[in-house]
């Protein structure tokens, strides 16, 4: 999204308080929900495959 004006300028863009868009802030934020769970659930199937409870494993 570089180069995007439609966030905001780049003073607002600084700013710890504003808020984008609606229509630009629901997709960045399912964005950053996806990264996050992405994120939780990797350890666990990595752990869960070297304990043997992997997928597959007889």
Not at 33 to 38: E, H, I, K
Not at 41 to 49: D, H, N, S
């Amino acid at each position: 999204m570089a180069g995007n004006s439609s966030l905001g300028t780049p003073e607002q863009l600084r700013d710890p308080d504003y808020t984008p868009p609606l229509a630009s802030a629901i997709p960045l934020g399912i964005q950053h929900v996806l990264a996050m769970f992405v994120s939780n659930v990797t350890p666990a199937i990595i752990i869960a495959g070297a304990a043997g409870f992997g997928f597959g494993s007889n």
